[in-house]
């Protein structure tokens, strides 16, 4: 039933389309198998000096990119409690964003929220608006929101959060690092983080985070930052190209051979196939309506990530009937998120997959709803 190119049938990949964790490579995964370094010596440190520069360029960042031996959460909580004093603004629009906003409230933080519905991203005119009500020491924001397939204008809203000199602006791009555009540096984001199985196609069980010297500072005037996600340790290990503690040192191996992948590729083109995948997604989208088969993006149009699709399935279909029927075809998709578990399907195109690979998936999801 399932066309498989001969690529396909040699390694298997390119049918597992989760919006994380994501399909890692076979050369990726056997990476890992080799023998234990310590974490003192001088192996771990010409190791992380050799993944530190494909770090930087996968960030757009000149300063040291932490390794976190955590998933991605781990530096969420990191950014609230190393970043922020008393109160907090959370821009909410999907279940990711609503973790942000979780994590700094059972920090104790006092969180106010802008929120607009889900699928929706944050036009920088809202954010304006809260600013100018309240003063915060931080606000949270979610690039590439996994639950819906939002991509909110980050960019934008650092020049608005620049306006305000006592306020920091911390990043969750745990779908957008790796897959689209990412100027930590340029779009001055006090602190960005992301983590190993979404864009940038590894296992999970890393974290990567970047601080400007702003989140340095704040982190130097609050004195209960907690231990294991201390940004001011992460700083003093990579000042020895060391972690903190014990970091996960296969992790460590997949993760230089796949950022020799990424610089092969270059982060450009990598973002322009992300960006092509995630057009084929919604012209297919479009074609599939004008058949009758009545699916929509949930995200309009110019708030769309281009490495996660959520789409609305039509009445009567639900996410996990549809997850069920393509996985007998072969290939693994995501129901819904949260509240929108029934109503919408997503995509993960991200990573490591190409524009070949994704046809065949539409194909089959083609076939599911049609069958
Ligand atoms: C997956 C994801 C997270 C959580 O990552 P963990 O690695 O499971 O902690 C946070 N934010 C976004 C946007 C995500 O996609």
């Not at 969750?172 to 864009?199: C, H, I, N, Y």
């Amino acid at each position: 039933m399932t066309r498989v190119t001969s690529r396909d049938a040699a390694t298997g990949f390119g049918r597992f389309f989760l919006p994380g964790p994501t399909e890692v490579r076979p050369e990726i995964l056997a990476a890992q198998a080799r023998p234990m370094i310590g974490h003192r010596g001088t192996a771990i440190q010409e190791l992380i000096a050799r993944v530190e520069p494909g770090l930087q360029r996968v960030f757009g960042t000149a300063r040291p990119v932490y390794i976190s031996s955590s998933s991605a959460t781990g530096l969420m909580e990191a950014a609230i409690r190393s970043c922020s004093r008393k109160r907090v603004l959370a821009l909410v629009n999907g279940a990711f964003s609503e973790r942000f906003r979780a994590i700094a409230e059972s920090n104790g933080r006092e969180v106010d929220a802008v929120e607009v519905p889900w699928g929706n991203g944050h036009p920088p005119e809202l954010l304006e608006e809260a600013l100018g009500r309240a003063s915060y020491d931080a606000v949270t924001v979610v690039h590439s929101e996994t639950s819906t397939g939002a991509l909110n204008p980050v960019a934008d809203l650092a020049q608005v959060v620049h306006g305000y000199e006592d306020t920091l602006l911390l990043v969750d791009s745990v779908t957008g690092v790796g897959g689209t555009r990412m100027e930590a540096d340029r779009w001055r984001l006090d602190f960005v983080l992301t983590g190993s199985q979404k864009a940038l196609a590894l296992p999970p069980g890393l974290a990567f985070g970047v601080a400007q010297e702003s989140a340095l500072r704040r982190a130097e005037t609050i004195p209960d930052r907690g231990t294991y996600f201390d940004i001011l340790a992460f700083e003093a290990g990579l000042a020895k190209q060391q972690t903190p503690n014990t970091p996960a040192v296969s992790l460590l191996y997949a993760l230089e051979a796949q950022l020799e992948r990424i610089d092969k590729e270059t982060i450009t083109w990598r973002c322009e196939r992300h960006r092509e995948m995630a057009e084929r997604v919604w012209h297919w989208v479009e074609a599939m309506a004008d058949r009758g088969i009545g699916l929509s993006m949930l995200a309009p149009d110019g708030y769309r990530s281009p490495t996660v699709s959520c789409i609305r399935l039509p009445e009567g279909r639900t996410g996990p009937e549809i997850t069920t029927k393509l996985r007998e075809r072969g290939f693994t998709i995501a129901p819904g998120y949260g509240k929108l578990k029934d109503s919408t399907i997503r995509i993960g195109h991200m990573g490591d997959h190409t524009i070949q690979e994704l046809d065949e998936l539409l194909d089959q999801l083609e076939g599911a709803l049609t069958e």
